[in-house]
């Protein structure tokens, strides 16, 4: 029974440590998405480096890319990728 808690407990913390993760991460992505007029290289990087710098949270490129594709069309800024204007 305790074997059966224990790992209860230990599913809930790696589950509530991705959320955390996760939420950071696209926090991160959105105010780069929203603020920044830079091309997308430079954008994965400033995702990467305000992660870390607000939430100490390092991303590789990959999940920076991931968490900025998912922030722009979040916002529907889906032309920012291709350089056409919104229609919003």
Same mark, same amino acid.
Request: hydrophobic share 40%.
């Given at each position: 029974?305790?074997?059966?808690?224990?790992?209860?407990?230990?599913?809930?913390?790696?589950?509530?440590?991705?959320?955390?993760?996760?939420?950071?991460?696209?926090? +991160?992505?959105?105010?780069?998405? /929203?603020? !920044?007029? @830079?091309?997308?290289? *430079?954008?994965?990087?400033?995702?990467?480096?305000?992660?870390?710098?607000?939430?100490?949270?390092?991303?590789?490129?990959?999940?920076?890319?991931?968490?900025?594709?998912? +922030?722009?069309?979040?916002?529907? /800024?889906? !032309?920012? @990728?291709?350089?056409? *204007?919104?229609?919003?």
């Amino acid at each position: 029974m305790l074997d059966k808690i224990r790992t209860i407990r230990a599913a809930r913390a790696k589950e509530s440590e991705a959320r955390r993760r996760h939420n950071q991460g696209m926090n +991160a992505a959105q105010e780069v998405a /929203l603020h !920044s007029l @830079l091309g997308r290289p *430079e954008r994965l990087k400033a995702v990467i480096s305000l992660a870390f710098a607000k939430y100490r949270l390092d991303l590789t490129e990959e999940e920076a890319a991931k968490f900025l594709d998912a +922030a722009i069309a979040q916002y529907g /800024l889906l !032309s920012q @990728l291709s350089g056409k *204007e919104d229609d919003n």
